[in-house]
């Protein structure tokens, strides 16, 4: 992992409020789906009740391994090639590869995280939310293994005759600008002003 600067100013104050979102309880589902999907433990020996953190969380994850395994559970043959090495472009080649599966599988790109997230642990938060997004995609998509989050809306297109648009459109609620009856009499806020000669 590359060495980065303590931040300060406007960088420093986005990292603090991202590393502020960061929620060991969602951490905790996402490693307990992946565990299950994959039936093997994220950290060997470790506690599977107890949260892992962030940084834990983020070795465990990192070489990209784990999430073409995943992702090739999900649907076998979406990753050809893993690579064991230790090398980070391998690892970060892993995580792409993770990434660019987990999208044609139907992750949308903003709901997905991107290498420097995981791999530089910068915002662990995107991370997990990602991997929530492919829990939720894996529902939708039929697969048959352990569920992660809530199922994924389908669409639900509303079709209106041409009377019910009509009648729609002779309503005039508050929001669109009515101020009947409204004013400000009564309403002082001070001292008066007042003008002497």
């Known amino acids: 992992m590359a060495h980065r600067p303590h931040a300060f100013g406007l960088t420093g104050e986005v990292q603090r409020k991202i590393k502020g979102k960061y929620s060991e309880e969602l951490e905790q589902g996402a490693r307990t789906w992946i565990e299950a999907v994959l039936e093997i433990e994220l950290v060997p020996g470790a506690d599977p009740n107890t949260p892992l953190g962030e940084r834990a969380f983020q070795e465990s994850l990192k070489n990209g391994v784990v999430l073409c395994n995943l992702m090739n ?6 990753i050809k090639k893993i690579n064991q090495s230790n ?7 892993n995580i792409e590869n993770f990434l660019k599966a987990a999208e044609n599988y139907g992750c949308k790109k903003i709901d997905i995280f991107q290498v420097v997230d995981l791999y530089e642990r910068q915002n662990m938060t995107q991370v997990v939310n990602g991997i929530y997004a492919l829990g939720r995609v894996t ?16 669409s639900n297109p509303r079709n209106f005759d041409e009377d019910v648009l009509k009648a729609g459109q002779t309503v005039i609620g508050l929001q669109a600008g009515s101020n009947r009856g409204a004013s400000q009499s009564g309403m002082n806020f001070g001292k008066t002003r007042s003008i002497l000669d």
């Open 73 to 78: 559970t999900i649907k076998p043959g979406s």
């Open 139 to 154: 529902q939708k998509n039929g697969f048959m293994g352990p569920s992660l989050g809530p199922k994924e809306a389908d």
């Open 87 to 93: 090398m980070a472009f391998k690892m970060m080649e």
